[in-house]
Protein backbone atom coordinates (compact mmCIF):
# COMPACT_ATOMS: atom_id res chain seq x y z
CA UNK A 1 0.00 0.00 0.00
CA UNK A 2 1.33 3.39 -1.31
CA UNK A 3 2.18 5.88 1.58
CA UNK A 4 3.10 9.37 0.33
CA UNK A 5 5.09 11.99 3.19
CA UNK A 6 6.24 15.48 2.62
CA UNK A 7 9.52 17.03 3.94
CA UNK A 8 10.51 20.87 3.53
CA UNK A 9 10.93 24.25 5.54
CA UNK A 10 7.73 25.04 6.67
CA UNK A 11 8.84 28.78 6.19
CA UNK A 12 10.35 30.18 3.47
CA UNK A 13 11.00 34.06 2.80
CA UNK A 14 9.49 36.25 -0.33
CA UNK A 15 11.17 36.48 -3.46
CA UNK A 16 12.86 33.09 -2.58
CA UNK A 17 12.18 29.42 -3.79
CA UNK A 18 10.31 26.92 -1.99
CA UNK A 19 11.53 23.53 -2.32
CA UNK A 20 9.46 20.30 -1.23
CA UNK A 21 10.06 16.90 -0.97
CA UNK A 22 7.83 13.83 -1.00
CA UNK A 23 8.84 10.10 0.12
CA UNK A 24 7.35 7.66 -1.37
CA UNK A 25 6.86 3.93 0.63
CA UNK A 26 5.01 0.49 0.05
CA UNK A 27 5.85 0.85 -3.89
CA UNK A 28 7.78 1.99 -6.47
CA UNK A 29 8.03 5.14 -7.82
CA UNK A 30 9.12 4.09 -11.33
CA UNK A 31 5.91 2.14 -11.70
CA UNK A 32 4.34 3.34 -15.10
CA UNK A 33 1.10 2.85 -13.58
CA UNK A 34 1.39 6.44 -12.05
CA UNK A 35 2.28 9.78 -11.91
CA UNK A 36 3.37 11.73 -9.16
CA UNK A 37 1.52 15.03 -8.21
CA UNK A 38 1.90 18.53 -6.52
CA UNK A 39 -1.77 20.11 -5.30
CA UNK A 40 -1.62 22.96 -3.24
CA UNK A 41 -4.60 24.41 -0.68
CA UNK A 42 -4.28 28.12 0.57
CA UNK A 43 -5.61 28.53 4.01
CA UNK A 44 -9.46 28.56 3.89
CA UNK A 45 -9.73 28.08 0.25
CA UNK A 46 -9.84 24.97 -2.33
CA UNK A 47 -7.52 22.96 -4.30
CA UNK A 48 -5.08 23.53 -6.96
CA UNK A 49 -3.08 21.41 -9.20
CA UNK A 50 0.44 22.25 -9.51
CA UNK A 51 1.83 19.58 -11.41
CA UNK A 52 2.74 15.94 -12.16
CA UNK A 53 5.96 14.03 -13.17
CA UNK A 54 6.00 10.45 -14.59
CA UNK A 55 9.09 8.56 -14.21
CA UNK A 56 11.05 9.39 -17.04
CA UNK A 57 11.29 12.40 -16.18
CA UNK A 58 8.02 14.06 -18.01
CA UNK A 59 6.65 16.88 -16.43
CA UNK A 60 3.36 18.23 -16.81
CA UNK A 61 2.51 22.02 -15.16
CA UNK A 62 -0.42 23.94 -14.31
CA UNK A 63 -0.10 26.98 -16.91
CA UNK A 64 -1.14 29.81 -14.00
CA UNK A 65 2.38 28.64 -12.52
CA UNK A 66 4.73 26.87 -15.19
CA UNK A 67 6.95 29.88 -15.12
CA UNK A 68 7.97 29.67 -11.22
CA UNK A 69 7.56 25.86 -10.93
CA UNK A 70 9.87 22.87 -11.31
CA UNK A 71 9.10 18.95 -10.80
CA UNK A 72 11.89 16.63 -10.11
CA UNK A 73 11.98 12.67 -9.40
CA UNK A 74 14.75 10.80 -7.67
CA UNK A 75 14.18 6.87 -8.41
CA UNK A 76 16.89 5.98 -6.51
CA UNK A 77 15.31 7.72 -3.49
CA UNK A 78 12.07 6.62 -4.26
CA UNK A 79 11.16 10.72 -4.45
CA UNK A 80 9.96 13.26 -6.16
CA UNK A 81 10.29 17.09 -5.36
CA UNK A 82 8.70 20.21 -5.52
CA UNK A 83 10.46 23.74 -6.38
CA UNK A 84 8.79 27.06 -6.59
CA UNK A 85 10.72 30.12 -7.09
CA UNK A 86 9.98 33.80 -6.25
CA UNK A 87 7.42 32.81 -3.85
CA UNK A 88 4.95 35.81 -2.32
CA UNK A 89 2.37 35.86 0.06
CA UNK A 90 0.16 34.35 -1.98
CA UNK A 91 2.12 30.89 -1.88
CA UNK A 92 1.08 30.38 1.41
CA UNK A 93 -0.68 27.10 1.58
CA UNK A 94 -0.60 23.82 2.62
CA UNK A 95 1.19 21.37 -0.32
CA UNK A 96 0.11 17.94 -0.77
CA UNK A 97 1.93 14.97 -3.08
CA UNK A 98 -0.53 12.54 -4.24
CA UNK A 99 -0.80 9.31 -6.18
CA UNK A 100 -2.21 10.09 -10.07
CA UNK A 101 -2.95 6.80 -11.25
CA UNK A 102 -2.43 6.55 -15.51
CA UNK A 103 -5.15 4.75 -15.69
CA UNK A 104 -7.62 7.26 -14.70
CA UNK A 105 -6.04 10.61 -13.32
CA UNK A 106 -8.01 10.13 -10.04
CA UNK A 107 -5.90 10.94 -6.80
CA UNK A 108 -4.98 8.41 -4.51
CA UNK A 109 -3.56 8.60 -1.66
CA UNK A 110 -2.32 11.56 -0.67
CA UNK A 111 0.21 12.80 1.58
CA UNK A 112 -0.56 14.15 5.02
CA UNK A 113 0.05 18.06 3.55
CA UNK A 114 2.78 20.44 5.13
CA UNK A 115 1.99 24.20 5.65
CA UNK A 116 4.21 26.56 4.11
CA UNK A 117 4.21 30.06 4.75
CA UNK A 118 5.70 32.68 3.07
CA UNK A 119 7.02 35.71 5.41
CA UNK A 120 9.94 37.76 6.13
CA UNK B 1 -12.25 31.16 -10.17
CA UNK B 2 -11.96 27.36 -10.73
CA UNK B 3 -12.44 25.64 -14.30
CA UNK B 4 -15.30 23.45 -12.60
CA UNK B 5 -18.34 25.43 -10.74
CA UNK B 6 -19.51 23.68 -7.94
CA UNK B 7 -22.68 24.75 -5.53
CA UNK B 8 -20.55 26.93 -2.46
CA UNK B 9 -22.74 24.71 0.44
CA UNK B 10 -25.57 22.29 0.77
CA UNK B 11 -27.44 21.22 3.67
CA UNK B 12 -29.60 18.68 4.68
CA UNK B 13 -30.84 17.09 8.08
CA UNK B 14 -29.60 13.72 9.02
CA UNK B 15 -31.23 10.72 6.67
CA UNK B 16 -32.21 13.00 3.70
CA UNK B 17 -30.53 12.39 0.49
CA UNK B 18 -28.42 15.78 -0.96
CA UNK B 19 -26.83 16.20 -4.42
CA UNK B 20 -23.84 18.49 -5.23
CA UNK B 21 -23.24 19.59 -8.52
CA UNK B 22 -20.21 19.97 -10.68
CA UNK B 23 -20.15 21.73 -14.10
CA UNK B 24 -17.37 21.49 -16.71
CA UNK B 25 -16.63 21.95 -20.66
CA UNK B 26 -16.11 21.01 -23.77
CA UNK B 27 -12.17 20.59 -22.85
CA UNK B 28 -13.00 18.35 -19.26
CA UNK B 29 -16.49 16.29 -19.23
CA UNK B 30 -17.24 16.68 -22.73
CA UNK B 31 -14.01 15.71 -24.05
CA UNK B 32 -15.01 12.18 -22.16
CA UNK B 33 -12.49 12.73 -18.94
CA UNK B 34 -13.79 11.26 -16.12
CA UNK B 35 -14.98 12.75 -12.96
CA UNK B 36 -13.38 12.16 -9.22
CA UNK B 37 -14.83 13.34 -6.02
CA UNK B 38 -12.76 13.87 -2.50
CA UNK B 39 -13.95 14.27 0.77
CA UNK B 40 -12.01 16.55 2.99
CA UNK B 41 -12.69 17.02 7.11
CA UNK B 42 -11.04 19.89 8.97
CA UNK B 43 -7.51 19.68 8.97
CA UNK B 44 -6.88 16.69 6.87
CA UNK B 45 -6.26 15.48 3.55
CA UNK B 46 -8.50 15.07 0.97
CA UNK B 47 -9.93 11.53 0.46
CA UNK B 48 -10.28 9.99 -2.80
CA UNK B 49 -14.34 9.06 -2.43
CA UNK B 50 -15.46 8.34 -6.23
CA UNK B 51 -13.13 7.55 -9.27
CA UNK B 52 -14.01 6.97 -13.30
CA UNK B 53 -17.43 8.89 -12.78
CA UNK B 54 -19.08 6.65 -10.59
CA UNK B 55 -16.88 3.59 -8.80
CA UNK B 56 -16.38 4.06 -5.01
CA UNK B 57 -12.72 2.89 -3.46
CA UNK B 58 -12.74 0.11 -0.75
CA UNK B 59 -14.00 1.27 2.48
CA UNK B 60 -16.08 4.03 0.74
CA UNK B 61 -20.16 3.48 1.61
CA UNK B 62 -22.68 3.07 -1.19
CA UNK B 63 -23.88 6.11 0.50
CA UNK B 64 -22.54 7.51 -1.73
CA UNK B 65 -22.55 7.51 -5.66
CA UNK B 66 -21.19 9.87 -8.77
CA UNK B 67 -22.89 9.89 -12.22
CA UNK B 68 -21.11 12.31 -15.22
CA UNK B 69 -23.42 13.11 -18.29
CA UNK B 70 -22.78 15.58 -20.80
CA UNK B 71 -20.44 18.68 -19.48
CA UNK B 72 -22.07 18.12 -15.74
CA UNK B 73 -21.68 15.69 -12.99
CA UNK B 74 -22.68 15.09 -9.57
CA UNK B 75 -22.17 13.43 -6.26
CA UNK B 76 -25.47 12.12 -4.15
CA UNK B 77 -25.50 11.63 -0.84
CA UNK B 78 -28.06 9.26 0.64
CA UNK B 79 -29.08 9.01 4.64
CA UNK B 80 -26.97 11.82 5.67
CA UNK B 81 -24.90 11.34 8.50
CA UNK B 82 -23.25 13.20 11.03
CA UNK B 83 -19.93 12.58 9.95
CA UNK B 84 -20.90 13.32 5.83
CA UNK B 85 -20.21 17.25 7.08
CA UNK B 86 -16.91 18.14 5.23
CA UNK B 87 -15.67 19.62 2.37
CA UNK B 88 -16.33 17.90 -1.18
CA UNK B 89 -14.20 18.80 -4.44
CA UNK B 90 -14.51 17.22 -7.60
CA UNK B 91 -11.46 16.37 -10.21
CA UNK B 92 -11.27 16.14 -13.59
CA UNK B 93 -8.33 16.47 -16.94
CA UNK B 94 -8.39 19.01 -18.77
CA UNK B 95 -6.70 19.14 -22.39
CA UNK B 96 -6.51 22.94 -22.89
CA UNK B 97 -4.49 22.44 -19.83
CA UNK B 98 -3.00 19.54 -20.44
CA UNK B 99 -3.59 18.88 -16.38
CA UNK B 100 -5.58 18.36 -13.51
CA UNK B 101 -8.64 20.86 -12.63
CA UNK B 102 -10.57 21.19 -9.51
CA UNK B 103 -14.07 22.69 -8.32
CA UNK B 104 -14.02 25.19 -6.04
CA UNK B 105 -15.49 23.00 -3.57
CA UNK B 106 -19.03 22.45 -1.53
CA UNK B 107 -19.63 22.37 1.99
CA UNK B 108 -21.65 19.91 3.52
CA UNK B 109 -23.97 20.63 6.23
CA UNK B 110 -25.77 18.00 8.60
CA UNK B 111 -28.91 20.21 9.75
Known amino acids: QLRLQESGPRLVKPSETLSLTCTVS??????????WDWIRQPPGKGLEWIGNIFYTGTTYYNPSLKSRVSISVDTSKNQFSLKLSSVTAADTAVYYC????????????WGQGTLVTVSS | QSVLTQPPSVSGPPGQRVTISCTGS?????????VNWYQQHPGTAPKLLIYGDSFRPSGVPDRFSGSRSGTSASLAITGLQAEDEADYYCQSYDNSLSGSVFGGGTKLTVL
Open chain 1, 26 to 35: GGSIGSSEYY
Open chain 1, 98 to 109: ATDATSGNWLDP
Open chain 2, 26 to 34: SSNFGAGYD
